[in-house]
């Protein structure tokens, strides 16, 4: 029998003869075609953005009161720093005014008794205008009159210490209550070592050390008294706004003096505790602080 065969094309590549060695090539060309698709997957922010839409109104309310709020509290800042830088500067003017003060009115008292010295005559020192009175008795067997006299002087516990501006009725006052105090005239370093090392003041009826004239100036800008040294100078000058200084500052709370207490049953002139010391109250302040 014959077989018929289909005659070969011309021009026609051979065809290969195994299978498997043509599926790369036909699996290469989708394989260089693929970047040409992923190109469109650019452009896909520009579309979310396009659908997000306008802000919403409450959004901008919230970002214009925050932006507010921020400018508001940078001026507060910025003023806030300069009153601060203002308030030191004015403190530390008065502090070197004050201390010219202060030498000049020693220098004066050096001048009067060399005078006097060269005349013949003696010179007498003014007369004191504050007192430092300190409680030296505790509460037991305190008459109702005393005892209502401890309180006006704000001394209601033992070893407490306070100013006192002297005039009649305080002068007074301290006799009636004299056997349980012992006072007297402090000097000008005192008061300042006291008020520096012991000093609170009375800040919403609490106990606040003066750590910073800021709490000295919240209770008494009214008055003129904007830092430490301003309260020094008015507590040794007994100016005219003296009550509310004193007032402002706590009772001292002292220690136990050094070496203890004289019998406290006799006068100071006795070699006892109680009564006027004068000068004396000094070295009796520094063993107590």
Same mark, same amino acid.
């Given at each position: 029998?014959? &077989?018929?065969?289909? =005659?070969?094309?011309?021009?026609? =590549?051979?065809?290969?003869?195994?299978?498997?060695?043509?599926?790369?090539?036909?699996?290469?060309? =989708?394989?260089?075609?693929?970047?040409?698709?992923?190109?469109? %997957?650019? %452009?896909? =922010?520009?579309?979310?953005?396009?659908?997000?839409?306008?802000?919403?109104?409450?959004?901008?309310?919230? *970002? *214009?009161? @925050?932006?507010?709020?921020?400018?508001?509290?940078?001026?507060?800042?910025?003023?806030?720093?300069?009153?601060?830088?203002?308030?030191?500067?004015?403190?530390? @003017?008065?502090?070197?005014?004050?201390?010219?003060?202060?030498?000049? %009115? @020693?220098?004066?008292?050096?001048?009067?008794?060399?005078?006097?010295?060269?005349?013949?005559? /003696?010179?007498?020192?003014?007369?004191?205008?504050?007192?430092?009175?300190?409680? !030296?008795?505790?509460?037991?067997?305190?008459?109702?009159?005393?005892?209502?006299?401890?309180?006006?002087?704000?001394?209601?516990?033992?070893?407490?210490?306070? /100013?006192?501006?002297?005039?009649?009725?305080?002068?007074?006052?301290?006799?009636?209550?004299?056997?349980?105090? !012992?006072?007297?005239?402090?000097?000008?370093? !005192?008061?300042?070592?006291?008020?520096?090392?012991?000093?609170?003041?009375?800040?919403?009826?609490?106990?606040?050390?003066?750590?910073?004239?800021?709490?000295?100036?919240?209770?008494?800008? $009214?008055? $003129?008294?904007?830092?430490?040294?301003?309260?020094?100078?008015?507590?040794? !000058? &007994?100016?005219? +706004? /003296?009550?509310?200084? +004193?007032?402002?500052?706590?009772?001292?709370?002292?220690?136990?003096?050094?070496?203890? /207490?004289?019998?406290?049953?006799?006068?100071?002139?006795?070699?006892?505790?109680?009564?006027?010391?004068?000068?004396?109250?000094?070295?009796?302040?520094?063993?107590?602080?």
């Amino acid at each position: 029998m014959f &077989c018929f065969r289909a =005659p070969k094309k011309k021009n026609q =590549p051979p065809t290969p003869r195994g299978g498997a060695k043509a599926a790369p090539a036909q699996a290469a060309a =989708p394989a260089k075609a693929a970047p040409a698709k992923a190109a469109p %997957a650019k %452009a896909a =922010p520009a579309k979310a953005a396009a659908s997000s839409g306008p802000v919403p109104e409450n959004i901008l309310k919230k *970002q *214009q009161r @925050d932006a507010k709020f921020l400018k508001q509290l940078a001026d507060k800042r910025a003023a806030d720093k300069t009153s601060r830088a203002a308030a030191r500067k004015a403190a530390s @003017d008065n502090a070197v005014k004050y201390a010219k003060e202060y030498a000049d %009115a @020693d220098k004066a008292v050096v001048d009067a008794k060399r005078a006097a010295k060269k005349a013949g005559n /003696f010179y007498v020192d003014a007369q004191a205008k504050i007192a430092f009175v300190i409680r !030296t008795r505790g509460i037991h067997k305190l008459p109702p009159k005393q005892k209502k006299i401890m309180q006006l002087l704000r001394l209601r516990q033992l070893h407490n210490g306070v /100013f006192v501006k002297l005039n009649r009725a305080t002068i007074n006052m301290i006799r009636m209550v004299e056997p349980y105090v !012992t006072y007297g005239y402090p000097t000008r370093d !005192t008061v300042r070592k006291l008020i520096y090392k012991r000093g609170y003041g009375k800040v919403n009826k609490s106990r606040i050390a003066l750590s910073d004239n800021s709490v000295i100036e919240k209770q008494l800008t $009214g008055q $003129g008294i904007a830092s430490i040294e301003d309260l020094i100078h008015e507590i040794w !000058t &007994c100016g005219p +706004n /003296f009550k509310q200084a +004193n007032n402002f500052l706590w009772p001292f709370k002292l220690s136990s003096p050094l070496r203890g /207490f004289e019998k406290k049953r006799h006068p100071y002139h006795r070699g006892g505790v109680w009564g006027n010391r004068e000068g004396k109250i000094n070295e009796l302040v520094g063993r107590m602080m």
